[in-house]
């Protein structure tokens, strides 16, 4: 978990961090903080009453950090793993070791991202963190409350609800490689029962990958995205809250490009080829709340949808070294996708002595993926659509005055279908399928409170992953459904929250054994696609603190302990067979996070202002990981570092900011071809720039 407090109390309230600044005076010792409130069980609790690890990172620390979109909060997430091509629509995230060593769908992701409580793929983890109070990183299964894809674990995402206080702020940066970014938000009363929140941010940037041909980056990425809420609350109550959201980003680009990497690395493709690569994001959601005597009836209805354009190539030069030809290969994708959700449940109000919810959940989904490739004459045409229902609960009940048991499960219904037809020059083939599946998730739990300040706990859970069909066939034998990946989780662990505020420390020890986890099998001469099962387990050990330690020092810190195998030899896999014992891939052993803050009034400034100093050092660290699951090559361990320097006069700031200050080469993935060569995308090198906030 991390916390924020960079500001005065002023300050904290309008960005939604409840903590107060701290050290501005000797006599700061004894400053007693609230116990931070999540919501990461469909309703408002402790932390530390939930029986399962989450970090938690606040609206501050994402500032802070410049955790700017979804991935790079989990990039900094100890843990959490993170393979991208660069695209908008690339991410496969995986949790102690947990995860798709491929993933062979869209919908085959095992994280799922809920964004004020609606689920989405996490295939939507370039969304930016516009105007988020908090987001919660849920590890271990979570099934239970979260439904389908959440084997791993969820990342629930709070935006900023609209208030009676008028309030909000802007922020504009820039910096070199053509960084740009602006934000602003405001909100405030209509009436007395009604108020809004608008938030909007524009950002873009050079890519940092250059063409060969032309000597320039090889796009801009830009991204927009703006979000609208409505909040009416007749009464104490009950209260219904509209958000309305929409997020694009143009030119992220899916690269390959041949290892080692150049200074600066390049790729050599005709100019314009993948400019027009776009993703739009829209969510609409309807949120009812009515509290009863009893127990709170909450109701979200929510509408989704993704539109995706994405061209991806091959530039001459790694087409020569794989296919032997100096040809440009581009292919195009596009897709859209359609997904309503509706859940109604009830559940316990916050405070109670017995923690409860229950619910049922209905959800459609349709969706198109179409591939087409010019130099071969194909076009794939690929439609999926689902429909799930469930029925979920989950308890917390007092055994003793020490001890408390919870019990969880939820009982799913899926039917999913299929239909595709390929073109090629000389043949036209369509086939339709059909896929059921019902199946149970949950957790069992028993915590003890050792003290006042200290909670241990242990959790048995059960996650799956549907089955489905795979994305990328190409002829009528690559849509043989792939199976359902199954996870058995074990986790023990502790959570202690000094009485005074200033210390939190909290561990635990897991072990996950996953069956039939999902590979796609690629045969890169004829571009067939096979989706392949394959068996894992992962051990391991986290530790994660906060300690405020005084005069405006405070220290956040995590560490990680992940071993990650496959566990059964895999066939049919381009690149050669997967050996049981191989490490899974992008999965560190160790992996790190330090970050120290410190805030402190000056007593002195030129013009006679008594300016906040506000600075913040971010320490990452990854360990060396393999690249592939046959384990031929690895990604290197780095160090990341990022520094943010900033002076705030009342309710502006001014700063400086550095991204990946010591100018570390890592990488974001990497794949190999025979007989030896390889292919992967390096991460942006050093960035400096400055900026400007201003709180109202």
């Known amino acids: 978990m991390r916390y924020s407090n960079r500001r005065r109390r002023i300050a904290g309230a309008i960005l939604g961090v409840s903590l107060p600044l701290q050290g501005l005076a000797a006599d700061s010792d004894a400053v007693q903080l609230d116990t931070l409130t999540v919501t990461s069980r469909l309703s408002e609790e402790s932390l530390a009453e939930i029986p399962f690890s989450v970090d938690v990172i606040d609206a501050g620390t994402l500032e802070e950090q410049r955790l700017l979109d979804l991935e790079e909060v989990l990039r900094q997430t100890p843990g959490v793993d993170v393979n991208s091509w660069g695209g908008a629509n690339d991410a496969n995230i995986r949790i102690r070791g947990v995860g798709s060593l491929y993933q062979v769908s869209a919908e085959d992701t095992s994280v799922v991202v809920n964004l004020d409580g609606v689920p989405m793929s996490s295939r939507h983890a370039a969304m930016a963190t516009l105007d988020v109070e908090r987001i919660e990183v849920l590890k271990g299964p979570q099934g239970t409350l979260f439904g389908r894809n959440s084997e791993a674990g969820a990342l629930n995402v709070r935006s900023r609800r609209p208030t009676q206080e008028a309030e909000g702020y802007v922020r504009i940066e820039g910096g070199e490689d053509g960084q740009q970014l602006q934000e602003a938000a405001f909100g405030g009363a209509l009436s007395e029962q009604w ?206 005055d020490a001890w408390k048991l919870t019990a969880g499960w939820r009982h799913t219904w899926e039917e999913k279908r299929y239909g595709a037809t390929y073109h090629r020059p000389t043949s036209t083939v369509s086939e339709r399928r059909r896929l059921s599946d019902s199946y149970d998730t949950g957790r069992l739990a028993l915590s003890h409170r050792l003290s006042e300040s200290t909670n241990l706990y242990a959790v048995a859970a059960r996650g799956y992953k549907s089955g489905g069909f795979n994305d990328f066939a190409t002829q009528i034998a690559d849509s043989e459904p792939y199976r359902a990946a199954t996870v058995d989780s074990l986790e023990i662990g502790f959570k202690h929250h000094a009485l005074d505020g200033r210390f939190d420390l909290s561990g635990a020890l897991f072990y996950n054994r996953v069956a039939d986890d999902h590979l796609l099998g690629f045969d890169y001469l004829t571009m067939a696609t096979q989706a392949v099962n394959a068996d894992t387990e992962s051990q391991g050990a986290e530790l994660e603190g906060n300690w405020r330690i005084g005069a405006g020092l405070s220290l956040t810190a995590g560490l990680s302990y992940t071993d990650a195998t496959i566990t059964e030899d895999v066939v049919g896999v381009q690149g050669g067979r997967v050996d049981a014992g191989n490490r899974v891939p992008d999965v560190a052993r160790w992996s790190g996070l330090v970050s120290l803050s410190w805030q402190h009034a000056l007593e002195s400034f030129p013009g006679g202002a008594a300016p906040l100093l506000n600075a913040r050092l971010t320490h990452r660290y990854v360990g060396e990981r393999p690249a592939d699951p046959q384990n031929r090559i690895d990604l290197d361990a780095y160090h990341k570092l990022d520094l943010r320097l900033g002076l705030m006069f009342g309710a502006t700031e001014f700063y400086v900011w550095g991204d990946n200050l010591l100018d570390a080469d890592y990488e974001h993935y990497a794949y190999w071809f025979p007989p030896d060569i390889s292919v992967g995308l390096p991460a942006q090198g050093r960035v400096l720039g400055l900026g400007v906030s201003h709180l109202f």
Do not use: C
Not at 221 to 237: C, I
Not at 247 to 265: A, E, F, K, T
């Open 195 to 400: 108020m809004a929140r608008v938030a909007i941010r524009h950002e873009g940037a050079d890519n940092w990958i250059e063409n060969q041909r032309t000597g320039d980056p090889l796009t801009y990425r830009r991204g927009l995205a703006a979000r609208a809420s409505l909040l009416w609350e007749p009464s104490a109550a009950t209260s219904l809250l509209l958000i309305s959201e929409r997020q694009q980003q143009d030119g992220y680009v899916s690269s390959i490009l041949l290892r080692p990497y150049g200074d600066p690395p390049v790729v050599d493709l005709s100019p314009g080829a993948v400019d027009d690569n776009r993703k739009v994001v829209e969510r609409h959601s309807l949120e009812f709340g009515q509290r009863l005597g009893w127990g709170q009836l909450t109701a979200i209805s929510s509408l989704t949808s993704a539109d995706i354009e994405v061209a991806k190539a091959y530039g001459t030069r790694v087409s020569e070294q794989v296919f032997g030809m100096p040809i440009e290969y581009v292919a195009t994708d596009d897709g859209d996708e359609r997904v309503f959700n509706q859940d109604l449940r009830l559940s316990s109000l916050p405070g109670a002595e017995v923690f409860w919810v229950a619910g049922l959940n209905l959800s459609r989904s349709r969706r198109t993926w179409d591939s087409a490739s010019a130099l071969e004459q194909t076009r794939y045409e690929r439609r999926f659509d689902t429909h799930g229902e469930a029925i979920y609960g989950e308890l917390t009940y007092p055994l003793a």
